[in-house]
């Protein structure tokens, strides 16, 4: 018999208000900074915003992470320093490697700012490894029918990123991960992929019970290594994430995360003074540095 995974950290994430509608903050917390290489996570939504309002995440900048944007309903449209510019809807993936430094934003489109719209989704960053820190930007976006998906006995599956059991995400990675959007029928049982020894899930809806514990939406639950079933009591959605640990600790200051503790005061110098470098076509807002 396989020996039983213990629950590591329950983390509750931590409410913030970004305007016209709040996120929660699940990663990084006082208990548990990164699983994996996964270092942030926020749920926004689900939120309808009426009519001639929307999301404006004004310009700002990374480094040294890849940025992860899953939509659950709604759509926003992403525009970057490269020259880019996407519109992302339910299911599909965004990924966006800062490297050396990027500038981006996400906003409402204008068409969708005249009538209400629902907005609901996850960001996540992905920690690059120490050799691809410095590596060029790029962005990708992956539409949802690419990502491979399964179902049967009441469990559906569809892999966001990596490898989870038999299906690989085509979405390209820098190092050894796995993201995947469950949903689960009422007493329907999932066993969680055992490759890596850091794993987390997220639930977005729903109940689930692991070992014998309920749990409601807005948790997430981080494994240690060893067998972990999970079983819906009632329709349950969430998100399954992890892999291997980067090896050298990550230092985040705002949107900036990098093995170098120098190297993130000379992104914050940078930025500070205006010489990031790197600048949207057609956009000008500049978002003062934290103090």
Known sequence: MSEQATLQHLIVPRVRDIGDFS??????????????????LDQFGPVTLPAGKGMDVRPHPHIGLSTVTYLLKGSIVHRDSLGYEQSIEPGDVNWMTAGRGIVHSERSSTAARQHAQDLYGLQSWVALPRQHEETAPSFTHYEGSLLPETSGEGVSLKV????????VSPVATHSELFYGDLTLATGARYRLDGTYDERALYLIEGALEVDGTRYEPGRLLAFGPGEIVVTALEPARFVI???APLGEP?????????????RLEQAKEDWRRNQFGVRIPGEHEFIPLPE
């Not at 699940?26 to 900074?33: F, H, I, M, Q, T």
């Not at 966001?160 to 299906?167: C, F, P, T």
């Open 241 to 243: 994430l992890g892999g």
């Open 160 to 167: 966001i990123a990596g490898r989870i059991g038999d299906l």
């Open 250 to 262: 990550r230092h985040i200051f705002w949107n900036f995360v990098s093995s170098s503790p120098d």
């Open 23 to 40: 996120v929660m903050r699940v990663l990084p917390s006082a208990s548990r900074r990164m699983v994996g290489p996964f270092i942030f």
